[in-house]
């Protein structure tokens, strides 16, 4: 129990100490596109599509206070010419961590343009552009916070100390990204990779009216889909992500299976993840200066259910880091909703199913 408190402890201090951690990030990375990539905006085979993601993390240690992510977006395509498409979406999203109830929440729109350049209608390759912009908001509740000259002995004592002062507890500033993506389809065989930049501007997040700028973050991703037999395909998944100190690869696979034959519009996946991170310690006396070491952060077990327009998948993350003592190797899960709008289309574009 004792682990467990001063895990508790290191948890909430990580989410109300350092403006630089990482971004918000899902386990079903592959089920959030707007959020992974603006070139992936409008790429889809039907014409528009909603997605909806929830991630909840750190429950067995924080309880009501763990990390809770929300995350809604709406894209479509609209064709130009005869084989190319210009895409458009909006996505909100939420974070909220810890006793702090340190939070960000941000609204942006993305455009991205597909333009093809090879193949026929069923063999085809693509080449996606894409851009996003929008406004940011971060804040945390000053009276939950808890400041060391306020703990004497393990014990937590509020009227005793001296709080720091927070100049600026909730504050907004814009944000711009961009994105490239390669895809192609290869008679029942599809492929795809992409790269993004996030936070081209570097804004500052400092709550204390200091020059912190928010690191630009590098993400790397690829996968597709390879026909097994007429019933049975693997998808395989890969992301890098790469912000100031922090780095994160999680790959891994699923198996979509056809229900009933593939008649029926139904399947239903089962995968397999492992996520490597980096584990990131500040050096004393304030350098702003940090040590970095690889470590084994979780494996992630996912499924995925089909039906005509719908798809719905749940993921759980066992941790298996350092953090595992204090949270019994419970990490994370997340859920996540898809519906796409086909209509009568007299086209179609053949993407990757992600």
Not at 16 to 21: F, K, L, P, Q
Not at 239 to 261: F, K, T, W
Request: glycine content about 10%.
């Amino acid at each position: 129990m004792r682990i467990k408190h001063l895990l508790c402890t290191f948890v909430i201090a990580l989410s109300i100490g350092s403006v630089d951690a990482q971004d918000i990030h899902f386990s079903q990375f592959y089920q959030s596109p707007l959020n992974l990539n603006p070139a992936m905006t409008g790429v889809m085979n039907c014409s528009q599509r909603i997605v909806a993601n929830y991630r909840n993390q750190w429950a067995a240690v924080l309880g009501s206070n763990a990390y809770n992510t929300y995350s809604v977006s709406y894209d479509r395509k609209m064709a130009v010419g005869q084989t190319d498409y210009f895409g458009v979406g909006g996505t909100l999203w939420a974070d909220v961590a810890g006793a702090s109830r340190f939070g960000t929440r941000q609204a942006k729109l993305s455009f991205s343009f597909s333009k093809k350049i090879a193949g026929s209608r069923n063999n085809s390759h693509y080449i996606v552009a894409g851009a996003e912009g929008g406004m940011t908001q971060r804040r945390v509740s000053q009276g939950d916070l808890r400041w060391p000259s306020q703990v004497s002995g393990g014990v937590f004592d509020p009227s005793s100390g001296s709080p720091e002062i927070i100049q600026d507890n909730n504050f907004l500033y814009p944000d711009l990204s961009g994105g490239l993506m390669w895809f192609a389809t290869i008679d029942k065989n599809s492929f795809y990779a992409g790269a993004a930049m996030h936070h081209l501007n570097q804004p500052n997040v400092s709550f204390l009216g200091a020059q912190e700028s928010l690191f630009s973050r590098l993400t790397v991703h690829a996968g597709g889909e390879l026909a097994v037999t007429k019933k049975m395909s693997i998808l395989p998944n890969i992301i890098y992500l790469d912000q100031g100190p922090h780095m994160e690869i999680n790959a891994g696979s699923s198996v979509r299976l056809a229900i009933d034959g593939s008649r029926s519009n139904q399947f239903i996946q089962f995968g397999l993840w492992y996520r490597l991170g980096q584990q990131v310690e500040a050096v004393p006396g304030g350098t702003n200066q940090f040590t970095t070491s690889l470590h084994s952060d979780a494996i992630i077990l996912a499924t995925r259910f089909e039906t005509g327009n719908y798809g719905i998948g749940f993921s759980y993350d066992y941790n298996i880091s350092e953090l595992a003592t204090g949270s019994s190797a419970n990490g994370s899960f997340e859920l996540s909703v898809v519906y796409l709008f086909c209509g009568n289309e007299n086209r179609g574009v053949y993407c990757p199913t992600f």
